[in-house]
């Protein structure tokens, strides 16, 4: 299978741009040469995600609205990281801000764009150990639920459909795979 882009180019033009994210539409050749449209929205961070861990192999879960869905979603504590700057350090400040949690072990688990086909949005999920609860600092804009739960509830929540987010999806299911390969 060739990596070469089978698309052209012709034309880029800007047609939204806020703090988080600029959204570009593209005149485009597709690949068997017709022509046509590509939104393309670049975020301006780097999606960070945490499955905190005890000794017990509980865990913690995020209750929040999401504006965008008009719904309620469980997640594992989750937020932006500036581009260029190591991931670890925005995993460490979501964690304490949304859980009050601070780990001592750190372990980088997945890389993953969270819809490739529209946007260039990278997540960067990791598993936290070594917990210490102390005080969280959620920000004005968050009204968060914080639920503490065995793993295997957490990936239950995931088989059975209530817990929907991408990256706590792909963090739970992979951590599942890492328990049973290392039984």
Do not use: C
């Amino acid at each position: 299978m060739e990596e070469n882009n089978p698309w052209t180019t012709l034309e880029r033009k800007e047609v939204y741009d806020n703090n988080w994210i600029n959204v570009n539409e593209h005149q485009v050749l597709n690949p068997s040469g017709g022509p046509g449209i590509y939104g393309v929205v670049h975020f301006k961070n780097t999606a960070i995600g945490v499955l905190p861990l005890d000794e017990d192999n509980n865990t913690w879960l995020v209750g929040q609205y999401r504006y965008p869905m008009q719904a309620y979603s469980w997640e594992i504590p989750e937020g932006g990281g500036a581009l260029g700057v190591d991931p670890l350090i925005g995993a460490k400040r979501e964690l304490l801000e949304e859980t009050g949690l601070v780990a001592t072990d750190w372990t980088e688990i997945q890389r993953m764009y969270l819809s490739n086909s529209v946007s260039d949005e990278l997540a960067v999920i990791y598993i936290a150990r070594g917990l210490t609860m102390t005080e969280a600092e959620p920000e004005e804009t968050e009204q968060l639920v914080l639920k503490k739960l065995p793993f295997e509830e957490a990936y239950q929540m995931v088989m059975d459909g209530r817990i929907t987010d991408s990256m706590s999806i792909a963090a739970i299911l992979k951590t599942k795979i890492l328990f049973l390969q290392s039984n």
